[in-house]
């Protein structure tokens, strides 16, 4: 499951914008190269353990892995290499099911207590605390990510994401399939979701 998604988990249960941080923190720590130790803050540390029980859930559910291989077949079929392909069915079927959660207001709001929400962390390394501090800068600025709601933004996070792993990388062409891949593969997230929140709830009771 990807950050967004994350942060809408945790409005399942009560808790300020530290569950919510928690939640989410694996995903940002990631994302700008940083890595936490911990924290002396109960909810981030309740919220960090609901990040990895919720994404155990979440790769191990039947509708979610169904949607990886359906979007993976998709690309095989028009010829995206397998490198891109395999981490494109991934991340962007998470993508695009952020894309669907951004329109519910409930976690649009645990999205924002938990990018405002100030915690006590420690870091590994000299640094990280640096690093850390001018992503979550910028994460604030750009607010909640309703690019995510059109798969033509998704394919350009891809390509920049993808782009700084060589075997991972894709070509101009490959992305010309992406691009079409992940707007036909939309509707069917759009359609799955429900589903992948509902066995998300019930793993998680």
Known sequence: MNYFGHAAVASWRAGKGGLPLGAMLPDFTTMCGARVTGTSDAEVAVGIDLHHTT????????????????LDARLERAGCARGPRRAVAHIGTELL????????????????LGLEYEAPLLWRDAGDADRYGLFITRMRDHGVPDDLKRPESIATRLQR?????????PSPSDMAVIAVALIEHKPRVEVAADSVLRVLRAALA
């Open 55 to 70: 994404d155990a859930a979440f790769h191990t559910a039947p509708v979610v892995t169904g949607l990886m291989r359906e």
């Open 97 to 112: 099911l952020d894309g669907v959660l951004v329109e519910h207001g409930e976690y649009r709001d645990a999205y924002i």
């Open 161 to 169: 994401t993808l782009s700084r792993r060589p075997l991972l990388a």
